[in-house]
């Protein structure tokens, strides 16, 4: 995948696109910042992903949550991490079951991530996407490149 800044961009407006549907254009805001700001995190954890995700499995019973927190932080090389099993590539993978797994990964987010997206007001904005009072055709979303 080719991540230069017009095809994240690229990304954001078929985001936007999307969206038509259950938002107006001033309210876009509302679901784009969050989405950047969470493709950027993802962007930053995924050179460690596989060994985050190795130090949950091995450790989690073994633990405390703090603890945990401490051995998960020192596998990601940064002070939040992501223990789910999805990633931005593989939520657009699956959109037939996207709400449910992207909702699998912002719960594997550290607590000081998901204390960020709670602070965007993020999870309104998904019930808002999946209620049926604002029917939003979700398509597979494509990279700059086509992907």
Do not use: C
């Amino acid at each position: 995948m080719n991540n230069t800044p017009k095809n994240q961009a690229s990304l954001i407006w078929n985001i936007a696109d999307i969206l038509r549907g259950g938002w107006k254009q001033y309210e876009y805001q509302n679901v784009i910042l969050p989405l950047v700001v969470l493709k950027r995190i993802d962007s930053v954890l995924a050179k460690n992903k596989q060994k985050v995700l190795q130090t949950h499995n091995q450790m989690s019973d073994r633990v405390s949550d703090s603890g945990l927190d401490k051995f998960l932080q020192q596998s990601a090389g940064t002070q939040f991490y992501n223990t789910s099993p999805y990633d931005f590539e593989k939520l657009l993978e699956d959109s037939d079951n996207v709400f449910t797994n992207f909702s699998a990964y912002l719960e594997g987010f550290s607590p000081n991530i998901r204390d960020v997206i709670q602070k965007f007001g993020f999870d309104e904005q998904l019930k808002k996407l999946k209620s049926n009072k604002n029917p939003v055709h979700m398509p597979t979303l494509t990279y700059g490149d086509g992907r």
